[in-house]
Nanobody, 123 residues
Framework: QVQLVESGGGLVQAGGSLRLSCATS????????MAWFRQAPGKEREFVAA????????NYADSVKGRFTISRDNAKNTVYLQMNSLKPADTAVYYC????????????????WGQGTQVTVSS
């Protein structure tokens, strides 16, 4: 069983930055791909970004390209999401997730999930 714990959320003004962290209890064959999703009130959970532990390949949603950066620290078993130029539309609960392979954007294929961290961007 892989446990994921997110941190780093908070309240920030539009144009500001935040860095989210996702600490994993283990890196296994079943959790080679790590991703961030987000869910705003009344909306479906949507893909934000993904990265693989092995080669560090990345994938981003069009809405965050050029503003968000996903990275990983293999020694710390931690994945990060650096969020810059934040907009009120980025307000959501951000979730960390893991799956065996393939950086798909389909949330139903992810095996492990964290509890989420709230990000609120004020205008």
């Amino acid at each position: 069983q892989v446990q994921l714990v997110e941190s780093g959320g908070g309240l920030v003004q539009a144009g500001g930055s935040l860095r989210l962290s996702c600490a994993t209890s283990a890196r296994t064959f079943n959790s080679n791909v790590m991703a961030w999703f987000r869910q705003a009130p009344g909306k479906e959970r949507e893909f934000v970004a993904a990265i693989s532990w092995d080669v560090g390949s990345t994938n981003y949603a069009d809405s965050v390209k050029g503003r968000f950066t996903i990275s990983r620290d293999n020694a710390k078993n931690t994945v990060y999401l650096q969020m810059n130029s934040l907009k009120p539309a980025d307000t959501a609960v951000y979730y960390c997730a893991a799956r065996p392979y393939g950086m798909t954007t389909d949330r139903t294929t992810y095996v492990y999930w964290g509890q989420g961290t709230q990000v609120t961007v004020s205008s």
